[in-house]
């Protein structure tokens, strides 16, 4: 699986962008987006579940980042509202193929295809 993500650039604090991970048109299943900020380790952001209504958000983003997946299923957003500085990362979506228990959602080594990444910097 190869993913694609886009969607980074610059923004003000307090602004919003929406990024997006497509995945050579086929479908996703389920998917999680992480970040990495300088000098930090890798974050879990957001991520859903095939046949989980349910998202999943850092506590760091919650509230203000929505993880959103088209009806087709080969696109998956990444909605990011009301950011801070410290939102500044690289952002990087990922699949596992076999639905993930919920105690391993938020661990990357979960995660067996990653995309590029893509950055976000938010100015303040």
Known sequence: VQLQASGGGLVQAGGSLRLSCAASGRSMSNVAWFRQAPGKEREFVAAIRLGDTNKYYGDSVKGRFAILRDNAKTTVHLQMN??????????????KENRPILSALRLAGQYSYWGQGTLVTVSS
């Not at 801070?84 to 690289?90: H, L, R, V, W």
């Open 82 to 95: 009301s950011l801070k500085p410290e939102d500044t990362a690289i952002y990087y979506c990922a699949v």
